[in-house]
């Protein structure tokens, strides 16, 4: 069964950096689309950065120029550097597969079939 696990979360304050990565088995990150989304109780799931088979990136505004999506073929892992974290970047930090064509099409969570299980990131003010 295909499984996606998240590890690097942690609790930084404002202004530093976490490393979050994604270790996919049974699931080849090099001919699929991969995705981080991030979710705070009581708020809709939302899309991060996305990284297609290519390599090609894309990012949501908010985070542009501050997070890093990128990926290791060879170790079947993404990462997510995120730097310059504000405190509204609290959330719980999702990686998703897509596994049909498109990555670019849609930022809805519906558009993602495979889900880890999350990671937790703090950022204190």
């Known amino acids: 069964q295909v499984q996606l696990v998240e590890s690097g979360g942690n609790s930084v304050e404002a202004g530093g950096s976490l490393l979050l990565s994604c270790a996919a088995t049974r699931y080849a990150v090099s001919s699929v689309c991969m995705a981080w989304f991030r979710q705070v109780p009581g708020k809709e799931r939302e899309g991060v950065a996305r990284i297609n088979s290519g390599g090609g990136t894309s990012y949501a505004d908010s985070v542009k120029g501050r997070f890093t999506i990128s990926k290791d073929d060879a170790k079947n892992t993404i990462y997510l550097q995120m730097d310059s974290l504000k405190p509204e970047d609290t959330a719980m930090y999702y990686c998703?597969?897509?596994?049909?064509?498109?990555?670019?099409?849609?930022?809805?969570?519906?558009?993602?079939?495979?889900w880890g299980q999350g990671t937790q990131v703090t950022v204190s003010s």
């Open positions: 998703a597969a897509r596994s049909v064509l498109g990555c670019f099409l849609s930022w809805r969570p519906s558009a993602f079939d495979t």
